[in-house]
């Protein structure tokens, strides 16, 4: 059911977003990328996916703190049966020194660009009697941690957002998910191990297992190829009547 669908991914020139959109195309799924900038290497990402799995794929650049941006991106696609809200930025900090700024970008990039995204792609969808929403939530999406009151926010705001998109669309062949990653391997993190070994004086071994993955029951990350895998099976037919609810891929950290 994948095959040949246009799926758009938003913030998907690194990370999951990329993991996914590299999943999608080798299912056989024409894919956009999306990121705010507009760097030749941001396209090259595209030409190198298109030439890899044989498929069509085009990188639009689009700012998903902007409404204006989120909606135009659609527009731009020239198609988009398979949406995949994955944009998303990260800001630490107790709530009463949380500056204003960062609270506002979150909400704007992690939520409300998904809000527009699908607003703007749903007429589409209708048309073609066809469609997959999937939100890229988090753990941080059903539980909390303290010093991400944007984050958390944004991210139980978009689990609920799904919900009601799933019900606004159930009696038709469009679905709407949301996919809770717990601790997931990206560059992003990855970049981060080095520091925290010094700072703990630890092995990576035990950064690792006793400091990121402190509540990761299966001291694993998990994996942008498993998040991809997981967005192609919510965007295949045998995923059709999954609607409206949340998938963990988190190693059992919602489970303690
Ligand atoms: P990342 O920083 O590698 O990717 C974020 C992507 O969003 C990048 O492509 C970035 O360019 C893009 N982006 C940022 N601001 C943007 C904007 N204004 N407009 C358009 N694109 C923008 O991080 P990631 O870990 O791959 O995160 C992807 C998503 O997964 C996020 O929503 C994040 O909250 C979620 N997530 C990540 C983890 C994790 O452990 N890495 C866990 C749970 C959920």
Known sequence: AVANKTAVITGSNS???LGVARELAKA?????LNSFTDREEDHAL???IAKEFGVKATYVAADMSKAEDCRRLITDAGACDILINNAGIQHVAPIDEFPTAKWDAIIAINLSSAFHTTAAALPGMRAAGWGRIINIA?????????????Y????????GMT?????ETAEEPITANAICPGYVLTPLVEAQIPDTMKEYDMSREDVIKNVMLKRQPSKEFATVEQ??????FLASDAAAQI??????????WTAL
């Not at 988090?138 to 944007?150: E, V």
């Not at 958390?152 to 689990?159: E, L």
């Open 15 to 17: 990370g999951i977003g």
């Open 28 to 32: 056989g799924a024409n894919v956009v």
């Open 46 to 48: 595209a030409a190198e």
């Open 138 to 150: 988090s753990a941080h999406g059903l539980t909390a941690s303290p010093y991400k009151s944007a």
């Open 152 to 159: 958390v926010a944004a991210k139980h705001g978009i689990v």
């Open 163 to 167: 919900k009601t998109v799933a019900l």
């Open 227 to 232: 998040l991809g895998g997981t967005a192609v």
């Open 243 to 252: 609607t409206g609810t949340t998938i963990s891929v988190d190693g059992g």
